[in-house]
């Protein structure tokens, strides 16, 4: 990974991507500091003392310096100067050749507590505000008064923290005085390894430290004299750090701007009242590696006090602050920032945001210049869906400006999910790169040629599991499918390979790659052959659902309650007794995988088998082809149940709740005098208002109210940071000074009505509706059933494909698939685990196969003498309407 220039996507521990976090910063100074109990001093003529230590608890005022790892990621891929160069993007300097990442940041020491709160460029609305507490850190990104996203998860200790903890024998000299912009400083060097290497007792960081992978060198700074009186004598003033070894990409610099003193008393609400955070948009959440760690709940509990405003989950209009990227380019984001600034440039010319971003080159250029503009109006998906950016090319004239084609953008179903497809057609992006990095030619900004005379397609598919790529040029094919742990709820797909240790968020669970060519050897009617090989590493094949014990089926949409079989009646229940209980006997011939062909029976307590029955949902004694369930993977561990005619097994509710009513009246006077007007709603996701009159300057809130927010008249929307918030029911209030004779709308929420008793039916669905999802848990109610049944597989095979086109689309294919797979057995190494024949007939809308696998028993015992051969037969019927599919284990036997 390090030899491909990509390392900076493991900074701060669990792949993060796109460089988001930089802790590999933190505890610079702490680091610094714990460091000096075990250096060995070499100033042998004047007789100083060590730097003075920091107070025990404080709020530092940072500027962070920081060595770009790829330096031709720095440059705009979108926006370029008036002479067609490159802008560099907010937040990078280029110095004597090297470019760095800068940015600002508060830093508050508390007794338990350690804060960041920074400041990007790219985004100079928002800032990404990060809280540890030992090895947990609570993640947010803020924009005003409101945290988004927030994130609790694991996080290790950064470079200069493992060599402070690690270190032994190091050396410090005092290396001079210096001046600094009028400002007497004191320089010390520390060298973090001694020159006897032996006494090193941690071989890894010996080894990190040859590898230029953590710092040997830091310069610590402090102030000896200051006569402008801003910094005390002894304060810390400059800490860098840096690696000797040539080709290193570690150096990092904090230059210390403030650091004041805080009470010992200081803690959670004192660093959110400092920062000015009063408010998230939705609980926070705990990774699933960490929900058992003290520290990660106890930042959950120290933030409890924060309102939740859950304006993403109940407002289907409200839109959603991008995610802070600071050193990539995201189009989304880069919308949103400059429809921002414009609005802010027209209405408060004095914002902290407007005035960061016109000190930058990049918001300045993007702003004035007209062809940028045009590129921001290029990022707006079109109604083609095309992605156009500026360049020095035309693919056509579109509102004056010069446009390029650079393919489709899709969004999926998920947030965040999306589909880029790119051909033959599309052209390279235009441009210039500056010319201290033009060797990068794979990233250089080309000149719009298009990418070769042999047509081609290239499609991406990307969610938060699971990435797609497919590649087409002429007649070959290239198919690669990553699948990969997802932090915060990993799929039942994968849940086993994330939960059971075997990888943890952000690894790679399962890797397919296939690739084929195509040759017609006969033109009518047209026969073509295919041959193609595929190599597959799966951490999931082996996950499956328990067989061995009886499982609940619990509801997500009947809030939690179970499946029963009451006396031949298909109910819903509160109860985990016998009505409840179920066996689930396999019908796929095998331990199947989610999400393919794993289909069971679902056995009630009567041996009655669930049934669907021409879309009823019964109770039957057969076990046929009609009470095959197969399990679909649904996310957050949860599955769909899907009949062998493609539906849905659900619940549809039938109870109703009263709903419950919230009053709210506004006042032309303070204290609630004078005239009024009041608003009343029992929507509980939210009813807006808006007027031109804006002289009021007070409220209160009667009924059954959840939040008020009332709308600063200079946006007049929701979620401007100037707007006002109120909980619950109120008595009278009087508006802060922003939106005194300044309010001019408010959105109301009431409480959401008390959840009756559930009651209602279970149906087949023909969607996937939320109220479709299920939880197989085990005889323990909490406990999932998903398990893992064996070792990661590695397969390779080949695969031989004849096609032949009788009439119009109507054809037949015949296809022999070929392989092996090996796996990796944690006590006896790498062994043979399978070989296997498949052979598939196609014929319109009908599939036929044959499969023989062959696996040996105990390999490391028996030396492959002993295996056991399965045959299998299946069909599947594609119509209009549903998808039939079925398959038989016809042959088992021990060879």
């Known amino acids: 990974v390090s030899d491909a220039g990509m390392e900076h996507l493991f900074e701060g521990g669990s792949l993060t991507g796109f460089g988001r976090r930089l802790s590999s910063t933190d505890g610079m100074l702490e680091g610094f500091f714990n460091l000096l109990n075990d250096v060995e001093w070499t100033c042998e003529f004047i007789d100083l003392p060590k730097p003075d230590a920091l107070p025990q608890f404080y709020h530092a005022k940072i500027r962070v310096k920081h060595l770009h790892e790829t330096p031709i990621m720095a440059y705009s891929h979108m926006f370029t100067d008036l002479d067609g160069n490159a802008l560099d993007l907010a937040g990078i300097v280029i110095e004597d050749g090297k470019v760095y990442k800068t940015w600002t940041e508060d830093l508050v020491k508390t007794g338990s507590i350690t804060a960041y709160l920074s400041q990007f460029e790219m985004a100079p609305f928002m800032q990404e505000l990060r809280l540890k507490r030992g090895q947990m850190e609570m993640r947010m990104e803020t924009l005003g008064s409101v945290g988004y996203r927030c994130l609790v998860d694991g996080v290790p200790a950064s470079a200069l923290q493992a060599a402070s903890g690690n270190a032994d024998g190091g050396q410090m000299e005092f290396m001079g005085v210096e001046v600094d912009k009028g400002i007497v400083i004191r320089h010390w060097r520390m060298y973090t390894v001694g020159e006897d290497n032996d006494n090193t007792t941690d071989n890894m960081m010996m080894n990190m430290v040859t590898a230029g992978m953590i710092p040997d060198v830091i310069d610590y700074f402090d102030v000896d004299t200051d006569p402008s009186g801003a910094f005390a004598p002894g304060q810390p003033y400059r800490v860098r750090m840096r690696s000797t070894v040539p080709g290193s990409k570690v150096w990092s610099e904090k230059q210390y701007l403030s650091i004041t003193a805080l009470p010992v008393t200081f803690e959670m609400e004192g660093i959110m009242d400092m920062f000015g955070i009063s408010l998230v948009d939705t609980e926070c959440k705990l990774a699933k590696e960490v929900v058992n760690e003290i520290d990660a709940q106890e930042l959950v509990n120290d933030a409890s006090f924060l309102n939740i405003t859950n304006r993403s989950v109940t407002d289907p209009n409200f839109k959603m602050p991008p995610t802070v990227y600071p050193w990539t380019e995201m189009g989304k984001a880069v919308e949103y920032n400059f429809d921002r600034l414009l609005k802010t440039n027209k209405r408060d010319k004095g914002n902290t945001g407007l005035i960061r971003a016109t000190k930058t080159r990049y918001w300045s250029e993007i702003i004035k210049n007209r062809f940028n503009k045009d590129a921001i109006e290029s990022i707006r998906v079109a109604e083609d869906d095309d992605l156009e950016h500026i360049g020095n090319v035309s693919n056509g004239e579109k509102s004056g400006s010069k446009r390029r084609r650079l393919g489709t953008w899709t969004a999926g179903d998920e947030e965040g999910s999306y589909f880029v497809s790119i051909d033959s057609a599309d052209r390279q992006h235009a441009g210039l790169i500056r010319a201290e990095h033009r060797e990068h030619e794979g990233r250089r900004l080309a000149d719009g040629r298009r990418l070769g005379a042999t047509s081609w397609k290239f499609d991406v ?87 061995k014990q009886q499982v ?58 669930l049934q669907d029955n021409n879309n009823n949902v ?33 619940t549809q509710e039938t109870s109703k709740a009263g709903l419950l009513k919230c009053k709210v009246t506004i006042y032309r006077s303070a204290n609630c005098r004078d005239g009024s007007k009041s608003f009343e709603t029992t929507s509980s996701s939210g009813q807006e208002w808006k007027f031109d009159d804006d002289n009021w300057e007070s409220a209160k809130a009667e009924g059954d109210c959840f939040q008020t927010e009332f709308y600063d008249e200079d946006e007049q929307e929701s979620n401007y940071e100037d707007n006002q918030w109120e909980e619950g029911n109120f008595g009278c209030i ?145 119509t209009w309407v549903y998808t039939y599919r079925d398959d038989f284990q016809i042959y088992c036997q021990d060879l």
């Not at 938060?464 to 087409?472: P, V």
């Not at 993977?633 to 005619?645: E, K, N, P, T």
């Not at 990796?824 to 190494?829: E, L, S």
Request: glycine share 12%; with cysteine; hydrophobic share 40%.
């Open 734 to 878: 009087n508006f802060k000074s922003d939106l005194d004779d300044d309010m001019a709308g408010l959105k109301i929420w009431a409480k959401g009505p008390p959840e009756p008793p559930w009651e209602g039916n279970v149906i087949w669905s023909s969607t996937k509706i939320d109220a479709a999802k299920w939880q197989i848990l085990q005889n323990t109610p909490e406990q999932s059933a998903a398990v893992s049944f064996g070792d990661p597989l590695l397969y390779g095979g080949l695969t031989f494909a004849k096609d032949v086109d009788i009439i119009f689309d109507f054809g037949a294919s015949f296809t022999t698939e070929l392989g092996a797979a090996g796996a990796n057995h944690p006590q006896h190494g790498l062994y043979l685990a399978e070989i296997y024949g498949k052979g598939i007939v196609e014929f319109g809308i009908v599939s036929l196969y044959l499969l023989l696998k062959f696996n040996p028993n105990s390999p490391w015992d028996t030396k492959y003498k002993d295996w056991t051969m399965c045959a299998s037969v299946g069909y599947e019927v594609d």
């Open 552 to 609: 609940f089926l619990r509801s997500v949409g009947a809030r939690g309650q179970h499946l029963q079989d009451n006396i031949g009646n298909v109910k819903m229940g509160p109860s985990t007794g016998l009505y409840e209980k179920f066996d689930l006997i396999d019908a796929s011939g095998g331990i199947g995988q989610l999400g393919t062909d794993m289909r069971f029976w679902i056995k009630s307590h009567r041996n009655q088998y």
């Open 618 to 650: 019964k109770w039957s004694a057969s076990k046929g082809s009609w009470e095959k369930i197969r399990l679909l993977d649904a996310g957050g561990g949860r599955v769909y149940l899907q009949s062998y005619r493609g539906k849905y097994l659900a």
């Open 461 to 547: 598919g990307v969610t938060f599991e699971k990435i797609n790529i497919e590649l087409e040029i002429g007649a070959a094919t290239m198919k690669v499918v990553v699948n990969y742990c997802h932090q915060v709820t990993p799929t039942l797909t994968n849940w086993g390979a994330c939960q059971t240790g075997r990888a943890g968020a952000g690894d790679i669970v399962k890797m397919e790659g296939y690739a084929s060519g195509k040759q017609i050897i006969f033109p009518w009617p047209t026969v073509s052959m295919e041959m193609g090989g595929l190599l597959v590493y799966d951490n999931t094949a082996a996950m499956g659902v328990d067989t």
